[in-house]
């Protein structure tokens, strides 16, 4: 089960920032949170984690609140291409050195021209 | 350097037959993973396989359903007497070791459909 909150979908302007909310109150305090996306019929591709500081790639940014309880993914300047579904995910222990990803539905962004 | 890769891409198949689901995972991730998703859900867990540790089989949805993995190297997902239920994307993931802080990183599915 997801222990996940995301919008099922957004809308954002070409060239703007996309900002992709997610709540996850009852994280863990070694639980990672994760964000993947998935472009039409394609596998998930990652984009970025963290635990508890923010961090930043080439792809994005991740916003952590200071009680771990949400998140944000921000994509600075969104691009056509960047229209997918995005997962925001915990990963979930599952015995051993098994931490699985537990996937929800994610949000559909849609960036428009 | 090469990604996860997946074959077939695409599998149409009768109500009853077996099939066979092959993943190849980058090499020398030791951990690797199977998902199933439906259309317009999301992943579902399926098996995990670390090193030559037994596999993690908790999300195997009934014993239709088997993999098994040969070394750190390939694995095959075999679903026995197909039903129309199974029809899915099937996904592998591999991993550098499989902890909490790291990325698995997925191939390109196989489209099964079960007719």
Known sequence: ?113 | GAGVSQSPSNKVTEKGKDVELRCDPISGHTALYWYRQRLGQGLEFLIYFQGNSAPDKSGLPSDRFSAERTGESVSTLTIQRTQQEDSAVYLCASSGAGGPSDTQYFGPGTRLTVL
Not at chain 1, 31 to 59: A, D
Not at chain 1, 81 to 92: K, L, M
Request: hydrophobic share 30%.
């Open chain 1, 1 to 113: 089960d997801a222990k996940t909150t995301q919008p099922p979908s957004m809308d954002c302007a070409e060239g703007r920032a996309a900002n992709l909310p997610c709540n996850h109150s009852t994280i863990s305090g070694n639980e990672y949170v994760y964000w993947y996306r998935q472009i039409h019929s394609q596998g998930p591709q990652y984009i970025i984690h963290g635990l508890k500081n923010n961090e930043t790639n080439e792809m994005a940014s991740l916003i952590i609140t200071e009680d771990r309880k949400s998140s944000t993914l921000i994509l600075p300047h969104a691009t056509l291409r960047d229209t997918a579904v995005y997962y925001c995910i915990v990963r979930v222990y599952s015995g051993g050195s098994n931490y699985k990803l537990t996937f929800g539905k994610g949000t559909l962004l849609t960036v428009n021209p």
